[in-house]
């Protein structure tokens, strides 16, 4: 069975670029023979670009970024690269060549693993640990690979992808959402690894868990405790505590109540 790596992964840069100026684009159709990108991120003209923490090797965002993903499985090579260079033609045309300007492209190439013969046979210069560049014909191809990034909670969204059960872990810990759920993008990713024979520690009912934990504070104190019973809401508050804001008479009328039970 093979599993659709590429559209998970982009599903996450979705989320991960919704507050950041950003729109994402997936699997893009850019010519009459059905050849598809894996991720388009546009610049939104109408919103401030945020790129303040952002994960490595995005920090040099332009206005159109083409992207390519290889999952563990698959090979990062020279023919990958020279297809990412395909579709930055392809884009062009597409769009007009007088609407978008080369300067205003960016390429990246993701891979989960360390491309060794792309980065030893191709002047790659590296940016920071885990990032590199590389130069191809007229183009320079930013090259992100995820085994090889620090884990820093800026880099959780990538960390899903390193198909490294302690590392997705901490990405699922660690990540912050924008949707409003992300359990139905965490599931995937759960089953996934799951059909790839890597059993990850961290479970759906622990994210839900940890989900819940993490955005109670946002929640008004009416809906905090909806469906808790009285006993519930007040249990380890100390009796002053509980009898705080009540007026004298309220108590003593309650008082008598419990006399004439007794």
């Not at 940890?210 to 019973?229: C, F, Q, S």
């Amino acid at each position: 069975m093979k599993i659709n790596w590429h559209r998970l992964f982009g599903l996450l840069l979705m989320d991960y670029f919704s507050d950041r100026g950003f729109s994402v684009e997936l699997e893009k159709d850019l010519s009459l023979k059905r050849q598809y990108l894996d991720v388009v991120i546009l610049e939104h003209r109408d919103q401030r670009v945020d790129l303040s923490g952002i994960c490595d090797g995005f920090d040099n965002l332009s206005r159109h970024n083409l992207l390519t993903y290889k999952s563990k499985g698959q090979s990062l090579n020279l023919w990958a690269i020279e297809e990412l260079i395909g579709h930055y033609v392809n884009y062009r045309k597409v769009l007009g060549r007088s609407k978008v300007r080369g300067e205003d492209i960016r390429l990246y190439a993701v891979s989960t693993r360390y491309p060794a013969g792309l980065l030893s046979g191709a002047s790659a210069r590296e940016v920071t640990s885990g990032v590199y560049e590389i130069q191809v014909l007229s183009r320079e191809v930013r090259v992100i690979v995820i085994s090889r990034l620090p884990l820093q909670q800026r880099n959780a969204v990538l960390a899903f992808f390193s198909f490294d059960p302690g590392k997705v872990t901490f990405a699922l810990q660690n990540y912050t959402w924008h949707i409003e759920d992300g359990s139905t993008v965490i599931n995937q990713l759960l089953e996934k690894y799951s059909l790839e024979g890597i059993d990850m520690p961290y479970t759906m009912e622990q994210f839900r868990k940890d989900y819940i934990k993490a955005h109670l504070t946002e929640l008004d104190p009416e809906d905090r405790l909806r469906g808790l019973k009285a006993e519930e809401r007040l249990r380890g508050l100390e009796a002053e505590e509980r009898l705080r804001g009540l007026k004298i008479e309220e108590v003593e009328s309650y008082l008598k109540k419990l006399k004439k039970r007794n």
